[in-house]
């Protein structure tokens, strides 16, 4: 099996596995605060035929006072243990936009100890565009599970590990912001937060990840992307971006072009840009 086929499966595949008992499928759907648009509300109005709704900001951290930060093993595993996941349960996590928050999902459960999960290829749009079928409402009551979560430290990086990467040299700090943000020249869409970016770090917009249909881009259009950023295969390295939810994105390409152990800094710049005591550069 190829990395690709190993995290990414496309609507057909699904389409045949929608009545497997073992297949239980996911809408990670979120949006940006200036979009107004709400997930869960959505995923009422259409989802795939038996999918559940994964809550990032409720099966979250909510102590911490950032945006969905990852969230404790034991309510992580009362969450997912209640929508019918067990240890063996193969799971399949997509979105409305095709490919934004997916991979936020995806990356929860590997945190979690999980590698049983996958990313639809281009989420809901193109099961959309494909004329596939929809439900309404909220999901059946599942059978619940046992989830014995098992967190994968080595996927997760804190501030003080980001501080310290900054200035060691065997690693890559890559930020998914769009480029105006990451230079400075645009605000960021939550208050109180300084603009720019982390010293040295490179930016990989991830937009450019992604085709003009709501699908991942090839193999060498991912590398490629990474390249024409000077971020290489041979150091490992740290995602960030606004709130941890994009950093995923680029965690995700990285394992599909054999990377799979890149980190996601899950405060990002919502808690790196709030402190007047970190570094903070401006420009390209």
């Given at each position: 099996m190829t990395d690709r086929a190993r995290w990414l499966v496309d609507t057909a595949w699904l389409a045949e596995r929608l009545e497997d008992p073992d297949v239980v499928v996911l809408d990670g759907s979120w949006h940006l605060p200036p979009e107004q648009r709400d997930g869960a509300m959505e995923f009422l109005d259409a989802h795939i035929p038996g999918a559940n709704f994964f809550n990032v900001d409720t099966i979250a951290d909510t102590s911490s006072g950032l945006p969905h930060m990852l969230p404790?093993?034991?309510?992580?595993?009362?969450?997912?243990g209640a929508m019918g996941i067990g240890n063996a349960t193969r799971v399949v996590v997509y979105d409305t936009k095709g490919l934004f928050s997916a991979p936020r999902v995806w990356w929860t459960f590997r945190a979690m100890g999980h590698d049983n999960v996958v990313v639809l290829d281009g989420g809901l749009r193109k099961w959309r565009a494909e004329g596939r079928t929809l439900e309404q409402g909220f999901p059946g009551v599942a059978e619940p599970k046992l989830f014995v979560p098992r967190p994968v430290?080595?996927?997760?990086?804190?501030?003080?590990?980001?501080?310290?990467?900054?200035?060691?040299?065997?690693?890559?700090?890559?930020?998914?912001r769009p480029a105006g943000r990451f230079a400075g020249r645009d605000p960021e869409p939550r208050p109180g937060l300084a603009a720019g970016h982390m010293p040295g770090a490179?930016?990989?917009?991830?937009?450019?990840?992604?085709?003009?249909?709501?699908?991942?881009?090839?193999?060498?259009?991912?590398?490629?992307?990474?390249?024409?950023?000077?971020?290489t295969d041979e150091r490992p390295l740290i995602a960030t971006c606004g709130s941890g939810m994009t950093a995923a994105m680029l965690v995700f390409a990285r394992a599909?072009?054999?990377?799979?152990?890149?980190?996601?800094?899950?405060?990002?710049?919502?808690?790196?840009g709030q402190d007047a005591n970190l570094p903070v550069a401006t420009g390209t």
């Open positions: 404790p093993p034991g309510l992580f595993a009362e969450r997912v430290l080595e996927l997760i990086s804190s501030r003080a590990e980001v501080l310290a990467a900054l200035g060691d040299a065997q690693w890559q700090i890559v930020d998914a490179r930016n990989v917009p991830f937009t450019e990840l992604i085709n003009a249909d709501g699908t991942i881009k090839d193999q060498t259009g991912l590398q490629a992307a990474f390249a024409a950023a000077g971020v599909l072009t054999g990377d799979a152990d890149a980190r996601v800094y899950d405060g990002a710049w919502a808690e790196w």
